[in-house]
């Protein structure tokens, strides 16, 4: 089955107006305001040529500022052949809801360059991506306080390595270079958790609504994760990730579908184990106790929640309904389009959306920036401190009670928090805040239709509130 509906290169961006628009008509605000907020701000598209093999080969590449009501703009660039204008678009402005409704102080933006890094050798992608970097230091599109860059499908770690080295190459006086780009290496100032971030993040989505009893209730579902099944698209960055925290998390992953097919297992996937497979054998196809099957029709097969973590517009009115799960988590952006989503909605199916879902990478992403501004690790100041506090703690309880603690009740208690710690809680807390944020507004009896749509109030309150509090707008 590939009946997959493709979208024209235009409706992308539509649709995020479509969501903008809905949403809207329950926030009292001026129609200025809302178009000043909806369109993009800046779009530069640029075209630069870079040498492979023997000749030159003329790239075209973007980035989209969507929103400057806060500084600096944040978003990933994309490498993939699909990249166009509207997709930078619709992205950066899924980017500005995205902060907003995490708050994270960021304006949203966005980057892309038309490529297929499957096909490109290792020198060829950093010659590209530097020369992108230095486009945008060109057009001022990139620094700490303008626009700061981040990994997103196609791209990861060593893109944002060769970013910062190109930004600090140009600017060797600035003492927050560093700050210029998010998902680097922590070697070269990263911060501990960014590669896993999404994931985890839309894992702690997904766990905090499991855990509302009523909610649960009306899906026909027992509270929490366990046993629930799980089918995933895409096993990338996100995808993986995201398996890997709902497999230890007590959920069972029962399909997986990558570009070239799917697997699937009725007994669950151990996506550890897959991945070492992929890295053995180059694909995710043939695991040992699970069959093939088509890639679209893993999207049908029936389960309690479907994530889908590849790209938009794979969820569409071609498929919408043939779909049977109870609940959509959104890693993907853009993965479900609006007329999918009536069909949907019509059907039960609750849709967690993409602007809160997948918003834990750029919740890290901005402990990373915090942290490349202080130019200090995470953890670095208080945990031996607090280790001390806990060794206190215990010698006076010993005393007090004249019992000696056990060893592992001596490890819970004089542990200090690191990096990686603080980043995970810091995640954990916005994304249990945010979800309920975003559900209080959808139960507040404003006759709000669905999550997405109070997601979407949210993050307009929240812009609507930065601009009041200027005095730009009445
Ligand atoms: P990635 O490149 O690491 O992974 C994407 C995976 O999807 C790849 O393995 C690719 O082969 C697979 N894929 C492509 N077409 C497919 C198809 N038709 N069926 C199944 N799989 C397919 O990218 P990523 O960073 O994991 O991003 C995935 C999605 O998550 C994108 O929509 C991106 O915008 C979004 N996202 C990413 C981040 C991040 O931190 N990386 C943050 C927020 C949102």
Redesign the pocket.
């Known amino acids: 089955m590939s009946d997959i509906t493709e979208k024209r290169e235009d409706e992308f961006f539509q649709d995020v107006l479509k969501y903008f628009d809905r949403a809207a008509k329950f926030v009292d605000v001026s129609e200025g305001l809302l178009d000043q907020i909806k369109y993009c701000n800046s779009v530069y598209r640029m075209k630069f040529p870079v040498k492979m093999g023997d000749s030159y080969q003329v790239i075209e590449a973007y980035r989209v500022e969507h929103s400057h009501h806060k500084l600096p703009t944040k978003g ?1 660039i ?1 490498f993939s052949t699909a990249v166009n204008q509207d997709e930078v678009m619709a ?1 950066a402005a899924l980017m500005t809801y995205k902060c907003a409704i995490v708050d994270v102080p960021f304006g949203g933006a966005k980057g892309g360059i038309k490529i297929s890094p499957r096909k490109l050798s290792a020198d060829e992608m950093e010659r590209i991506t530097r020369r992108y970097t230095s486009e945008l230091i060109k057009k001022n599109f990139i620094g700490p306080g303008i626009d700061v860059p ?5 791209s ?1 770690e060593r893109e944002m390595a060769w970013i910062v080295d190109t930004y600090a190459t140009f600017f060797p006086n600035e003492l927050n270079a560093s700050a210029c780009v998010t ?1 680097k290496p922590v070697s070269q100032g990263g911060i501990r958790g960014r590669k896993e ?2 994931g985890l993040g839309v894992y702690f989505g997904i766990r905090e609504a499991l855990s509302i009893e009523e909610d649960c209730k009306a899906w026909g579902l027992t509270p929490g994760m366990a046993g629930k099944t799980f089918v995933v ?7 993986f990730h995201s398996a890997k925290f709902i497999h230890e998390g007590g959920g069972k992953i029962i399909s997986i ?3 070239d097919g799917a697997i699937y297992s009725a007994d669950g996937i151990n996506p550890h184990a897959l991945e070492a497979h992929r890295i053995k054998t180059g694909s995710i196809l043939n695991f040992p106790g699970t069959t093939n099957v088509d ?1 679209y029709a893993a999207l049908e097969i029936e389960c309690d929640v479907l994530v889908p ?4 517009n ?1 969820i569409n009115a071609g498929n919408a309904d043939r779909i049977k799960c109870k609940i959509i988590g959104e ?3 853009g993965p479900v389009t609006p007329e999918a989503e009536a069909i949907l909605n019509a059907k039960g199916v609750y849709i967690i959306p993409d602007i809160y879902l ?1 918003a834990g ?1 750029v919740t890290v992403s901005y402990f990373e920036w915090l942290k490349n501004l202080s130019h200090v690790r995470f953890g670095r100041l208080g945990k031996r401190w607090d280790e001390s506090a806990g060794r206190n703690t215990i010698s006076v309880l010993e005393d007090m009670t004249g019992r000696r603690a056990t060893d592992s009740q001596r490890a819970l208690i004089e542990r200090g928090a690191d990096e990686l710690d603080l980043v995970y809680s810091g995640l954990e807390e916005t994304m249990i805040n945010s979800y309920n944020a975003i559900r209080d507004e959808l139960k507040s009896g404003s006759g709000i239709p669905d999550l997405r749509t109070a997601a979407f109030v949210v993050a307009i309150k929240k812009i609507v509130q930065s601009y009041n509090t200027l005095g730009v707008f009445p």
Request: cysteine-free; charged content about 15%.
């Open positions: 990933g994309r992205l981040a990994p997103d499908y196609g990861g998902g971030a999404t698209q895409g096993f990338g960055n996100v995808g579908a990558e570009w890639k973590a590849a790209l938009e794979q890693a993907a952006n997948n990478g």
